[in-house]
């Protein structure tokens, strides 16, 4: 999703070792799953955070039973808690094999009714020292996590390879526009996102990520000006995207169709969008 001159300077890294927690900083890990694809990157990262006593696992990620095994042989069998950011399944598809008894902890209201927590979270509520922020945008029921520290578990809200799917129903863009704001205001040195490397000048990037949507909603009032149906308009506004990315392009594109639709700016009539003027 990132074919456009305003896009903001992404970060790229090698394939990590499977298998193999990474240290990402003093006692967070990291465990990158086998689930590589246009949306997942390498795939969905599993955070490991040390509490003195055990550990926190952050986002199951997909139900592959050797990155399951992975996690287990990680934290030699002293997981705490289980803290997720969302309910998308390349997320929580293997919490059913990892939960046990271990206490999950996630938003109040999951969208994904399988997957509900038996620690309801809403926004400000604590564990071990991580501080949740709801975070709708991506997903109704994302939730970051941050550290007094500045350190935040960014998960598919600001990730740094890419910019972030905004789905509807589930994706909203003004709740994703508000969600960035979110974060500005709430600060942080370094963002640890659901796919991808560290963030390491996150206030930069999420301003430019802003900066990116701004310019993609004004392309697609401009584009506007000839009435056209969705198809066409993401056509129009994602050019050269690669086709398999195209599916998800029309899905954001709708989700910006839907926050102008919210605020008077454009209609739909016989199938074509267009501005009102
Ligand atoms: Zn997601």
Redo the contacts with the bound molecule.
């Keep these: 999703m990132s074919q456009s001159h305003s896009s903001p300077k992404f970060y790229t890294e090698a394939l990590p070792l499977r298998g193999t927690p990474l240290d990402m900083l003093p006692g967070i890990r990291r465990i990158v799953a086998n689930n590589p694809g246009p949306m997942t990157y390498h795939g969905t990262n599993t955070y490991l955070l040390d509490t003195g006593t055990g550990c926190i696992v952050v986002d199951p990620g997909p139900d592959d039973p050797v990155h399951i095994a992975a996690i287990h042989a990680a934290t030699a069998g002293r997981i705490d808690a289980i803290l997720l950011t969302?309910s998308?399944i390349?997320?929580v598809a293997g919490l059913p094999s990892l939960r046990g008894t271990i206490p999950v902890h996630a938003y109040f209201a999951p969208q994904e009714p399988d997957i509900a927590p038996d620690v309801p979270m809403r926004d400000g509520d604590t564990l071990a020292g991580w501080t949740a922020i709801h975070t709708p945008g991506?997903?109704g029921d994302?939730l970051c996590f941050a550290r007094a520290d500045g350190v935040v578990l960014s998960?598919?809200h600001i990730m740094g390879w890419s910019t972030?799917?905004v789905s509807p129903p589930h994706g909203d863009m003004a709740a994703y526009f508000a969600s960035l704001d979110r974060m500005l205001t709430t600060g942080g040195h370094t963002y640890l996102p659901?796919h991808g490397p560290a963030i390491t000048d996150p206030a930069a990037f999420t301003t430019a990520l802003r900066g990116h949507r701004l310019a993609r909603e004004a392309a697609i009032l401009s584009a506007l000006a000839a009435p056209m149906p969705i198809d066409a308009l993401t056509q129009a506004v994602y050019v050269g995207l690669a086709p398999n990315l195209l599916q998800a392009a029309q899905r954001n594109v709708l989700s910006h169709l839907q926050k102008l639709l919210a605020e008077g700016r454009v209609e739909q009539v016989a199938g074509l969008w267009r501005p009102i003027r």
Excluded: K, N
């Design positions: 969302h998308h390349d997320h991506h997903a994302h998960g598919d972030t799917v659901g």
